[in-house]
DNA sequence: TGCAAAACCGACCGGTCGTGCTATTCTCCG
DNA sequence: CGGAGAATAGCACGACCGGTCGGTTTTGCA
């Protein structure tokens, strides 16, 4: 007797997910998903103590779903500069969204959206973002680490700094693609990246 | 008679500009907006046909400034590889805030945060953001492209790409000082450019 | 199959939103 | 200083917001 509303539950937190990368976990309410579910507004609410629990729990969704189609995957590379490039490969994936079939265009990531969201908006929401772009960003870190220990990337390498533009690079990807619609941002994208990583790969000899 | 109104309505673009940098062209209200004016809600209405009307004269007024403290100011360094330094610079106090007196933290550029609002959210505002957004990334290519003739910049460098990158690096300093609030964005976008600026540049010999 | 609990609904609350309309106050020119 | 017109206030509107509540339907174990 716990089966059937937490299906419910899901197929909300799926929909929400979906209405807040366009809207905003702000933008997004809860009348116009209940009427999109074909629910109730109370209904739906009845599910979640409040609209932030709401958008904790879709803030939840999307680093699942981060960590599945991004994080976990690149762990199947070897250590080192193979998985940094993997890492930026399944990164630039993640923008086009959640489908497995071929998709042209870029969606974007809801992280980069929902961080200048909440920027300057304090709360439960904010923390937990802060939270999880920091473990991104150390993700990455992490990552270049390994890349150093290796002896693919330059010993001398700070980790935090190549994470910094990477991070750089995606934003500028959504920015280009997104807004001003900007066709050549995927390989300006990919560009970029082939600098970063030649920068820091180690030299040759 | 035609001095008070003009003055209030810049009075009322100033405000909203400041408001809308913290919660955005569509979070800022009219109502909050005229309670901090100490002006009744109609009263403030009566300046614009409509809060579209508003937010186009804010943007156009953000626009103004950054025209004012980034884009003009860059013109008294010579062209050339002085002149794409100066721009960066000029950037990063653009981020700062208005204030002329020294500031520590990070306030953040009011596009960038724009640009997230309104990528997916077609009209106006969006379609005037979009053109400012391009000329933006157009002056940086512009200057990119000076840099090539005076013999700065290596012959075979694209200037898209040069601005490409360079908005990234902003956009990872905007993220990293206001939402993760890392004290080392600072330098880290610093360090990002040079290491753009320095591939960009002409070998010495 | 009975029945308690879970799931869901519809109506409604106070509040706020953007936006009109009308009346009053203020400003500046003649 | 008087009056025309700009500037502003007062007020109300319809829509929608997040959230509450009492009642109805549905579910799944005993």
Known sequence: MVRKGEATRQQIVDTALQRASELGLEGMTLGRLAEELQISKSGLFAHFKSKEALQIAVLDEAIERFTERVVRPMLVKPRGAPRVRELFERWIAWFQGETDTAEEEILGCPF?????????????????????????????????????????????????????????????????????????????????????FADASAPLQ
Chains 1, 2 share one sequence.
Do not use: N
């Not at 961080?115 to 304090?122: A, G, I, L, T, V």
């Open 112 to 196: 980069l959206s929902l961080s200048s969201e909440y920027d300057d908006r304090p709360g439960a929401v904010r923390d937990a973002l802060v939270r999880c772009q920091k473990d991104w960003i150390g993700t990455v870190a992490k990552a270049a680490t390994l890349a150093v220990r290796e002896g693919h990337f330059r010993a001398d390498l700070d980790p935090e700094q190549f994470a910094f533009e990477f991070k750089g690079i995606g934003m500028a990807l959504q920015h280009a693609a997104k807004l001003v619609a900007d066709p050549a941002a995927e390989r300006r994208a990919r560009a970029a990246f082939a600098r970063l």
